[in-house]
């Protein structure tokens, strides 16, 4: 009889495997969702994950979370369609083909034929059987202004304000707007500021705007990781430049024909150690840019 209790207590815990909130590293990207979402599309790769019995058998980082070594950002897709079987994508998404093969790893059939081209009769390009965001389908003020202003600078504009580019005539229209960018730095003083100040380097310098504007200016200098999906006309607060020099990022604002308009700063101050009068000032510093 103890053989046979011991067996029966045994086993409601082989089908508890896994908690009901469940931790994932996906490349490196932190995910926290519901273990039934994860095994609700039956013959998936992750159905087959958190269906088994040995738990010990999965990947885990260091903080015990289970790893997937896989693109982190595009997973976000897989995993908001394994919650309703819907997908829902920004108009202007640029890694459709990234996630098409993302979605054949984790063996998401259906997935695949909605990101994959639709012919229509006609042989061309139909309907998109994904979803658009609806805010990202609403007109946008700011590129029918822009538009318009473009129409009527070509209008009035007098003879010869035509620049050549590349060999072909054409407008050299520039369109307004703000860029903001900012960065958080730290110093040491000593007592009664009598010391020299100990400057740390500048760690990020952020870049918040519109994202067509930014990209202009910083080209290849401008880290989109963290707003990957952004559209043109849309604006964003998460950009950073891959270089940690302002007045390189200043001659880039200013090449492109913008001027700055305004600063701010704020700082605070703490002691850096009991035991000394050295303080570590801390200030973040944004400085506004406008092109007309």
């Not at 990234?98 to 042989?123: C, D, G, I, T």
């Not at 009664?192 to 519109?210: E, H, L, N, P």
Request: net charge negative; proline share 5%.
């Amino acid at each position: 009889m103890a053989l046979v209790d011991n067996a029966s207590c045994a086993k409601p815990s082989d089908d508890f495997l896994f908690p009901e909130i469940i931790e994932l590293n996906v490349g490196g990207q932190v995910y926290i969702t519901r273990h039934p979402t994860l095994v609700s599309v039956p013959g998936s790769l992750l159905w087959e994950m958190f269906t088994q019995k040995n738990i010990h058998s999965l990947a885990r980082d260091s903080k015990g979370r289970f790893f997937v070594d896989r693109d982190g950002f595009l997973f976000r897709y897989i995993l908001d369609y394994m919650r309703d079987q819907q997908l829902v994508l920004p108009e202007h998404f640029p890694e459709r083909n990234r996630l098409q093969r993302e979605a054949e790893y984790f063996k998401l059939p259906e997935l695949v034929k909605m990101l994959s081209p639709k012919l229509s009769k006609q042989n061309s390009i139909g309907d998109d059987p994904c979803q658009s965001d609806p805010e990202e389908l609403s007109p946008n003020a700011d590129t029918a202004r822009n538009l318009a202003s473009a129409s009527a600078a070509l209008t009035n504009a007098p003879a010869g304000s035509f620049a050549s580019s590349g060999g072909g005539a054409g407008p050299d229209i520039r369109r307004s707007g703000f860029i903001t960018i900012g960065y958080r730095g730290t110093y040491t003083l000593g007592r009664d500021s009598q010391t020299d100040a100990k400057f740390r380097r500048v760690a990020r310098i952020m870049v918040c705007g519109k994202t067509s504007l930014a990209k202009e200016v910083f080209g290849d200098t401008l880290n989109e990781s963290r707003d990957p999906d952004r559209p043109p006309e849309r604006y964003t607060s998460r950009y950073y430049l891959k270089f940690t020099f302002l007045e390189q990022a200043f001659d880039k604002l200013a090449d492109a024909g913008f001027h700055m308009v305004a600063c701010n700063s704020t700082g605070t101050c703490a002691f850096a150690h009991d035991q000394t009068d050295d303080k570590i000032w801390t200030s973040y510093t944004e400085y506004v840019f406008y092109r007309e």
